[in-house]
């Protein structure tokens, strides 16, 4: 495997994986992340290179932050060829399957790989699926939406981890919040706060571009705030030149409905958002 450092090498790959999105654009996010000054300590892995079957971004075996909390293992991938992806899996230089890791965002088609590996080195598999992909091609669109005046939108802050957290069921996970305080900290967010300060309506954006755990609090709802708080997240991360999209349960129709309004393309295909590897218990 190579590793790809120079900027060249790395807009040369941005500008194949644009013509690879969605199926790529986890990668990519993760890319763009990587030439916007690297806050999240990324790098990205070639089979060969200038030509090349699979691409895999992880973490650099450092914490996101300095938080002493040490994040684990993660990584996404896109592939031209299923056979070479599994040589690549099976490459312990690439992945360490021995230490508990997070995939991100893959083809249904290479979980049968990643469970074959991991479990040959004693790690159980836990799959996470029933997700569609929705991506912004065009949030240019966006850029003339204008918000509400008398709301008071701004950016979350670190202390606002907790509270962002608490509505969805890992909410309980210290590295999880950890990894929330992360992206917080270093990466685009919106918020509409109420007169005393506090979040009503949120949404965050991670390493790897997405866009994450967007909420409103119930007796908030049916406002428009959560249109608000996206139209100002977009607003930023296409300022940065970043990727617009999220993952959403197939069964929320009311999410999906929002969203397809809102110009996101839906591309309900096969994909499994996340697969946990940790040691066999």
């Known amino acids: 495997m190579f590793i790809l450092k120079s900027f060249k090498e790395l807009s040369t ?8 999105i969605p199926q790529s654009i986890m990668v990519y996010g993760g ?3 990587i030439m916007n000054s690297n806050r999240c300590n990324l790098e990205i892995c070639v089979d060969s290179w200038p030509n090349f ?30 056979e070479n992806l599994r040589a690549t899996l099976m490459d312990d230089r690439v992945i360490d399957w021995t230490q508990d890791t997070i995939v991100r965002d893959i083809p249904s088609s ?19 699926k029933d997700y569609s992909l929705m991506v912004h091609h065009n949030p ?35 590295l999880t919040l950890s990894h929330v305080r992360s992206c917080i900290q270093h990466l685009p ?20 571009c997405e866009m994450r ?24 991360m296409h300022a ?6 999220v993952h959403t349960a197939k069964e929320n129709t009311a999410a999906i409905n929002m969203l397809t309004s809102f110009g996101l393309c839906n591309y309900p295909g096969d994909i499994i958002p996340l697969l946990m590897v940790v040691k066999s218990e």
Request: overall charge neutral; charged content about 20%; proline content about 5%.
């Open 140 to 174: 240019e669109s966006i850029l003339h939406n204008e918000s509400d005046p008398t709301l008071k939108i701004s950016s979350l802050q670190v202390s606002h981890a907790e509270l962002v957290l608490k509505p969805f069921a890992y909410s309980g996970n210290n």
């Open 53 to 82: 079957n699979t691409v895999i971004c992880r973490r650099q075996n450092k914490d996101l932050t300095h938080h002493p909390v040490q994040f684990p293992n993660l990584f996404t991938m896109f592939t031209k060829d299923l």
């Open 31 to 33: 890319l763009v992340h």
């Open 13 to 20: 790959l941005k500008n194949i994986l644009l013509k690879q």
């Open 110 to 128: 290479y979980c049968d790989f990643i469970k074959e590996v991991a479990t040959s080195s004693g790690m159980d598999v836990k799959e996470f």
């Open 213 to 236: 755990m967007g909420f409103t609090l119930p007796e908030y709802r049916r406002t428009g705030h959560m249109k608000t708080v996206f139209t100002a997240l977009i607003k930023q």
């Open 240 to 245: 940065m030149g970043l990727p617009i999209y």
């Open 189 to 208: 967010s919106a918020c509409i706060l109420n007169d005393s300060g506090n979040p009503v309506s949120w949404c965050f954006s991670d390493e790897l």
